[in-house]
């Protein structure tokens, strides 16, 4: 316990002073520390090391379903991000398929709002399928659980555009980018997770014989 608890502030320390992107903030009502700590708590974060699914190493994982399961948590980091939308007439939420589903349902309830999915065709384009709609003008908060390279966010933006729907801001419960998305438009997570990477040859935990993990797949 006491490990993690250190590994926390580590990571406090090395989010700071990264907030590249002129509209990236942290949630307003729920501390970073707060936050890694429910991840830590629920194994959604955890130390060892690990081989990652890009064939790099890392002496940290994180799986976001393993925190979502636990619902009455989730509930908690969901009102979060769903304070900082409030009084910002959001009329729909929208998330893309699957990670988001969840994440986007809990915010719309929050907002007492409608929410919906996109999800992949054949071609793994996004789509509104089943039946939902969005109307020109309709204001629409986009909600993910994990933002990396943003590629899904950019795809479901562009999807509300496509219907004439105004996209006002995208909510993400952990942001991975480490500064490397800009959508134009505000962007909130809840914390950020700069995980560190090494090349197998470089690898501080190969050199120590540490044995390494391969965690399910995302
Ligand atoms: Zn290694």
Excluded at 11 to 18: A, I, P, Q, T, V
Excluded at 53 to 78: E, M, N, P, W
Excluded at 148 to 160: A, I, N, S
């Amino acid at each position: 316990m006491e490990l993690r608890q250190i590994s926390i502030i580590l990571l406090l320390r090395s989010n700071s002073g990264k907030n590249t992107s002129k509209y990236s903030s942290q949630g307003k009502f729920m501390h970073e520390a707060v936050v890694l700590q429910y991840l830590s708590e629920t194994g959604a974060l955890l130390e060892g090391h690990f081989l990652l699914r890009s064939g790099l190493h890392s002496d940290r994982y994180f799986q976001a379903a393993l925190v979502l399961q636990h619902t009455v948590i989730a509930a908690k980091l969901c009102a979060a991000m769903a304070e900082a939308w409030e009084g910002q007439n959001i009329e729909t939420v929208i998330s893309p398929a699957i990670g988001g589903i969840l994440v986007g349902q809990e915010i719309g309830r929050c907002l007492g709002v409608k929410a919906i999915f996109a999800e992949k065709d054949e071609q793994s384009n996004l789509l509104l399928r089943r039946g939902f709609t969005l109307k020109p003008g309709e204001r629409v908060l986009v909600a993910e659980d994990v933002i990396t390279k943003g590629g899904r966010v950019q795809q479901t933006l562009d999807l509300v555009r496509a219907q004439g729907a105004i996209p006002v801001g995208i909510a993400a419960m952990v942001d991975r980018s480490a500064g490397g998305v800009d959508f134009g438009i505000p962007f909130r997570s809840l914390v950020k997770l700069n995980l560190p990477t090494f090349e197998p040859t470089q690898c501080p935990l190969c050199q120590k014989g540490i044995p390494i993990d391969k965690p399910g797949s995302k």
